[in-house]
């Protein structure tokens, strides 16, 4: 649950710049701040197209606009000057185009992360944040690898970062996310069309936006750790089956993609092994000692699962059903 007077206390009167601010996250974490005491938000990304729709939308002078890419370090310097906290969602994401471009995701997720990292440092901005994936646990696919490597880099410390903290925070799947499994699956079962199933085995963890922006705050208290939400998960034939009985629509088996795993994992035995449970959070240092002997992966196969009926409520709730 946000507690949106402690967010207050800790946004008031800051300036926060979030990378990739364009995309869901930048989206709701910008519509939760813009109900905050916070002094500015500057939102970077590619996309002025998206830039101006957000400015018509969000007419706030506290707002800020910057046109830019996380690949120019000019730029990164440019956009943290005077910022108090950074919260870094810029990547890309794809994964089917990332296999087929794996050079272009290394000069955005990892090159670009460095970038925002070093001009951070150099700044002085207080905390930043960067915002991770289950994908980067135990990679099979570029997109993952390369998020393990943005990871690394923030938490590493052998670079004096003077006043600058990092933190990570992991998640899976966002309900609404642009380009996630359930406003696509949403869009073709309005339609009409069959819901494609890789396989029906397939399990995915589950979030939500506010969750996730609630994550992303606890975070802050956590620097130099990897912070993830204690969350449940849900097979995605069940989804289909939801869609399937409100639209009318079938289900077709496609098969596995190139880099999709049947189970995504948020935190590895050895992350596990290392994690401490404060309420719903997992919170991991990888420079700890094990405070557990045994342990296994967090994954979204052994995560609690989400009912069916809470997963219907979520869903009207969040405008997908």
């Known amino acids: ?69 996380v690949r120019d370090y000019t730029r990164c310097l440019e956009v943290t000057r005077n910022v108090d906290i950074v919260f870094h969602a810029a990547a890309l994401k794809q994964i089917s185009e990332i296999e087929r471009h794996p050079m272009e ?40 690898m390369t998020k393990a490597l943005d990871e690394r880099i923030l938490l590493n410390r052998e670079i004096d970062s003077k006043k600058t903290e990092f933190s990570i925070v992991r998640y899976g799947n966002v309900v609404g996310s642009r380009g996630s499994v359930i406003p696509y699956w ?15 085995r397939m399990t995915r963890f589950w979030i939500t936006l506010n969750e996730a922006i609630e994550l992303v705050f606890f975070s802050l208290k956590n620097p130099w750790k990897i912070v993830v939400k204690n969350c449940k998960s849900f097979a995605l034939i069940d989804l289909a089956k939801i869609y399937s009985e409100k639209f009318g629509v079938k ?57 069916e009926d809470e997963m219907k409520k979520i869903l009207i709730r969040e405008g997908f059903l």
């Open 1 to 69: 649950m946000l507690d949106v007077k402690k967010i207050d206390d800790m946004v008031s009167g800051k300036t926060i710049l979030i990378t990739g601010g364009t995309g869901s996250f930048g989206r709701a974490m910008l519509k939760f701040l813009l109900n905050t005491s916070v002094k500015n938000i500057r939102i970077l990304s590619r996309h002025e197209d998206l830039q101006v729709q957000m400015k018509r939308e969000y007419n706030d002078e506290r707002i800020q606009f910057f046109i830019g890419d």
């Open 105 to 144: 995701a290394i000069k955005t997720n990892v090159i670009g992360t460095y970038n925002i990292k070093l001009a951070c440092i150099e700044n002085e901005v207080s905390n930043v944040v960067g915002i991770s994936t289950d994908k980067a646990v135990k990679p099979i696919n570029v997109y993952g």
């Open 186 to 200: 949403f869009d073709l079962a309005r339609k009409g069309m069959q819901l494609p199933l890789t396989d029906e």
């Open 251 to 307: 289900t077709v088996i496609t098969g596995i993609r190139p880099g999709e795993k049947l189970h995504e994992c948020l935190l590895s035995d050895y992350e596990m092994r290392k994690a401490r449970l404060i309420g719903d959070f997992y919170v991991v240092d990888l420079n700890e000692n094990d405070i557990r002997k045994d342990a296994e992966d967090f994954t979204s196969e052994n995560a609690e699962r989400i009912k």
